[in-house]
């Protein structure tokens, strides 16, 4: 998980933030986004509570709940536990790639809302990404398959509005969110892999 950061790190320091033709999409996609709410005072409440209700401090609860819940009513052994650890590396990691790379925030014309910390990777999009890949996953360790499908849409539809809802505030630039998906999946892929949950997972999932 380490070396997933370091690589979207690095990727972010040497090809991202120098580079003329990212900085030129992404300077123009924050006032077109910002665009999306702006004027409009309802939307712009919903935006900023849907950015307090998907942070980390939100996802990951979350993910030890389920994770919880699984491991009390039989339907998942202790060992689906681990996947709350992903997922706390996964949030630490993700904020120690925010200082390593120190990019800006971007500066749109009317802000809604001011953050002080690094821009590049989004953290809401890296954890609710990573908090996707840990749900979809206990997910599968569930009997019956329309729920599986259900919630995996759910949770789908939760990271895809986040992602949205962070370019909306005018807070990241269109490759912070991209980098902050990938990072957050890669990380909980190799995390699942590194902890044998993948594994368990596939064979429950034939059950």
Same mark, same amino acid.
């Given at each position: 998980?380490?070396? &997933?950061? =370091?690589?979207?790190?690095?990727?972010? %320091? /040497? +090809?991202?933030?120098?580079?003329?033709? @990212?900085?030129?999409?992404? !300077?123009?996609?924050? %006032?077109?986004?910002?665009?999306?709410?702006?004027?409009?005072?309802?939307?712009?409440?919903?935006?900023?509570?849907?950015?307090?209700?998907?942070?980390?401090?939100?996802?990951?609860?979350?993910?030890? !709940? +389920?994770?919880?819940? =699984?491991?009390? $009513? *039989?339907?998942?052994?202790?060992?689906?536990? =681990?996947?709350?650890?992903?997922? +706390?590396? *996964?949030?630490?990691?993700?904020?120690?790639?925010?200082?390593?790379?120190?990019?800006?925030?971007? %500066?749109?014309?009317?802000?809604?809302?001011?953050?002080?910390? /690094?821009?590049?990777?989004?953290?809401?999009?890296?954890?609710?990404?990573?908090?996707?890949?840990?749900?979809?996953?206990?997910?599968?360790?569930?009997?019956?398959?329309?729920?599986?499908? #259900?919630?995996? $849409? =759910? &949770?789908?539809?939760?990271?895809?509005?986040? &992602?949205?809802?962070?370019?909306?505030?005018?807070?990241? /630039?269109? #490759?912070?969110?991209?980098?902050? @998906?990938?990072?957050? $999946?890669?990380? *909980?892929?190799?995390?699942? #892999?590194? $902890? *044998?949950?993948?594994?368990?997972?596939?064979?429950?999932?034939?059950?």
């Amino acid at each position: 998980m380490t070396g &997933v950061m =370091l690589l979207v790190a690095a990727v972010g %320091e /040497f +090809l991202v933030v120098p580079s003329d033709r @990212v900085r030129g999409v992404d !300077l123009a996609w924050v %006032e077109r986004a910002r665009g999306w709410i702006d004027g409009r005072p309802a939307l712009e409440d919903a935006t900023l509570l849907w950015a307090d209700l998907s942070g980390p401090w939100v996802v990951h609860p979350l993910v030890l !709940l +389920l994770a919880a819940g =699984l491991v009390l $009513t *039989g339907r998942a052994p202790r060992r689906a536990l =681990l996947v709350v650890p992903v997922g +706390l590396a *996964g949030w630490a990691l993700g904020s120690l790639c925010k200082l390593l790379v120190a990019r800006p925030r971007p %500066e749109p014309d009317a802000p809604i809302t001011m953050v002080d910390s /690094f821009s590049y990777p989004s953290g809401h999009a890296t954890n609710v990404a990573l908090g996707a890949v840990l749900v979809i996953a206990l997910l599968r360790m569930v009997a019956r398959r329309w729920i599986r499908w #259900s919630a995996t $849409t =759910l &949770v789908l539809l939760v990271a895809v509005l986040t &992602v949205l809802n962070r370019l909306a505030l005018g807070v990241h /630039f269109v #490759s912070d969110v991209v980098a902050g @998906v990938a990072l957050g $999946t890669a990380m *909980g892929v190799v995390g699942l #892999s590194l $902890t *044998g949950q993948m594994r368990w997972c596939r064979a429950r999932a034939k059950r």
